[in-house]
């Protein structure tokens, strides 16, 4: 399979402006959960996250899960529901669960937690999409051919 986030990613990448989530490490899976905090760089408000990063965080999550639940996913909808400020430095759990499957759409809801607390919540659905999808891009094709020649090796 070929890799399924570019290494830059924010959400899942090596970003050194990222938020680094884990990828799930079994395709089909219906539950995704991960640890991490947000870092300084990432607030909006003296110690608070950015609400955008907060939606982005719950975005991967559950686009993680959708991509290793059905290969390759992209989001098609997503309703962000902001329940208490959320602080930088201080570790959190994010995850996401399959509510539905439809067919090429599935529906996904995530939330952020701190212990017990639920900080965010996010609904959405995402759409299984063709591999070609990723491939309009210079860096789409570019990450194509390099996957294809590290299996020649």
């Given at each position: 399979?070929?890799?399924?986030?570019?290494?830059?990613?924010?959400?899942?990448?090596?970003?050194?402006?990222?938020?680094?989530?884990?990828?799930?490490?079994?395709?089909?899976?219906?539950?995704?959960?991960?640890?991490?905090?947000?870092?300084?760089?990432?607030?909006?408000?003296?110690?608070?996250?950015?609400?955008?990063?907060?939606?982005?965080?719950?975005?991967?999550?559950?686009?993680?899960?959708?991509?290793?639940?059905?290969?390759?996913?992209?989001?098609?909808?997503?309703?962000?529901?902001?329940?208490?400020?959320?602080?930088?430095?201080?570790?959190l759990t994010i995850h996401a669960e399959l509510v539905e499957d439809r067919g090429r759409q599935i529906a996904i809801r995530g939330e952020l937690l701190d212990g017990d607390e639920l900080l965010a919540a996010a609904d959405g659905s995402w759409t299984h999409v063709p591999l070609e999808h990723?491939?309009?891009?210079?860096?789409?094709?570019?990450?194509?051919?390099?996957?294809?020649?590290?299996?020649?090796?």
């Amino acid at each position: 399979m070929p890799p399924q986030h570019d290494p830059a990613c924010w959400g899942c990448g090596d970003n050194p402006n990222g938020i680094r989530l884990p990828h799930p490490t079994d395709e089909g899976v219906v539950r995704y959960e991960a640890r991490f905090a947000f870092a300084p760089h990432h607030q909006g408000g003296p110690g608070l996250v950015h609400g955008g990063l907060v939606g982005a965080a719950l975005d991967e999550a559950c686009g993680l899960l959708a991509t290793w639940y059905r290969f390759p996913s992209v989001t098609a909808k997503l309703a962000v529901h902001f329940r208490r400020p959320v602080p930088i430095n201080h570790e959190l759990t994010i995850h996401a669960e399959l509510v539905e499957d439809r067919g090429r759409q599935i529906a996904i809801r995530g939330e952020l937690l701190d212990g017990d607390e639920l900080l965010a919540a996010a609904d959405g659905s995402w759409t299984h999409v063709p591999l070609e999808h990723f491939l309009q891009t210079p860096e789409g094709r570019a990450t194509r051919d390099a996957w294809q020649e590290s299996l020649r090796d």
